[in-house]
């Protein structure tokens, strides 16, 4: 065997290994269920029917409570997250972005719109203010809107898309059809143009250049880049001055949601615009998120790498696997969260709203991707 031949094979030995593990452990799992249903002991041990309220709580259990238990005062939110103030009376305040190319957001919720010669492209239609932006276009120019470009398939960044009137043409990544075909839902119109990897579209003398990056938030969810502008428009990635919004923002794919965060802060913007919060971002916000990524993955590989299984658990529980990782998993989770609380609780709005979810989605992640 020559030295290639010889790396090769210890690889694939290693990952026969690892494979064997992973199928004595469901093996093992799946015994201690049999055992369990053989027995009967979790079912019979003392005829109860419903949990029994415990009446302490974990071990060095987090100042911020978990989830499911009421904070009277979430955490002051840093004045660095913050951004411009919306006026009530309007319900919505418009940037401008340069060259014709507008962010309109309610502070909670953003989209975009390109004003060309002949007509304005829409990006996106939350339908949170969706019917302000034919307003908001109007103050600007008499052109029609004659594009709409979803970034992806959610309701709450495109279910505003009727709002608009008219019938301009819808463009998405082919995933975004898919799963709109699947959603059948009248307020989201299905795209008229749909693409796989890239589309750039050139209305006038504007151009935006549309591109699929893979899987991370979900399928289908786009990049969108002015270059004229330099503005880079990604939704639900990166939250500038935040916390991601609950288990990283749904993240279908944790690792790859880490991965596109880190792409869009090697790649040539000046001003990203997120889809949600205040204001738009920077390349100082992304390394911030970044940073914070790899520390709650830190956070969670360590405290599922110390934890004992099964401590303080009731005992006549043991025959319940269920049982047993919740009690094994809520104390990791609270490790996590007790790691990352001093360096991160002033530095990132609504820290407290959700840091236990990262926890949670990040010891998951760690466990089963």
């Not at 059948?184 to 050139?202: E, G, H, M, Q, V």
């Not at 794919?253 to 792409?263: G, K, L, N, S």
């Not at 609380?341 to 959700?354: A, E, I, M, Q, R």
């Amino acid at each position: 065997m020559n030295e290639r031949q010889v790396r090769s094979a210890s690889i694939a030995n290693s990952q026969k290994t690892n494979l064997r593990r992973h199928q004595i452990a469901y093996l093992c799992l799946i015994a201690v269920i049999i055992g369990g249903c053989v027995n009967g002991a979790y079912a019979q041990s003392n005829g109860s029917t419903s949990p029994t309220p415990g009446k302490e709580s974990y071990p060095n259990m987090p100042a911020i409570p978990p989830i499911g238990v009421k904070i009277s005062k979430y955490l002051e939110v840093p004045s660095s997250s913050l951004g411009p103030a919306i006026d009530p009376a309007k319900g919505y305040r418009v940037q401008d972005l340069g060259s014709g190319l507008y962010m309109i957001t309610d502070n909670g919720y953003q989209s975009m719109f390109l004003v060309y010669d002949r007509g304005v492209v829409v990006m996106d239609a939350p339908p949170s203010f969706a019917a302000h932006i034919p307003e908001a276009i109007a103050k600007i120019t008499d052109k029609p809107i004659t594009h709409l470009i979803y970034s992806h398939s959610h309701a709450d960044h495109i279910g505003g898309a009727k709002a608009l009137g008219g019938h301009p043409i819808i463009i998405a990544h082919a995933d975004t059809l898919r799963l709109l075909k699947r959603a059948a839902d009248p307020n989201r119109p299905l795209p008229t143009i749909s693409f796989a990897d890239k589309y750039k579209l050139r209305v006038g003398n504007q151009v935006l250049d549309l591109s699929y990056h893979g899987n991370a938030h979900e399928p289908g969810n786009i990049f969108i880049y002015a270059p004229s502008q330099r503005v880079l428009m990604v939704i639900d990635v990166v939250f500038p001055g935040w916390m991601p919004w609950r288990r990283f923002a749904l993240a279908q794919d944790i690792p790859a949601y880490f991965t596109q965060v880190e792409e869009i802060g090697k790649m040539d913007w000046d001003t990203l615009v997120g889809g949600h919060v205040a204001r738009t971002g920077t390349h100082a916000d992304v390394q911030i998120q970044v940073e914070f990524d790899r520390d709650v993955k830190d956070a969670a590989t360590k405290a599922l790498a110390t934890t004992t299984l099964g401590v303080g658990l009731n005992s006549a529980d043991k025959l319940n696997p269920w049982a047993v990782f919740d009690n094994y998993i809520d104390r990791v989770a609270a490790q996590c969260v007790n790691t990352l609380t001093p360096k991160w609780s002033n530095k990132l709005g609504g820290f407290d709203v959700y840091i236990w979810d990262q926890c949670y989605a990040m010891e998951q992640s760690l466990r089963i991707e």
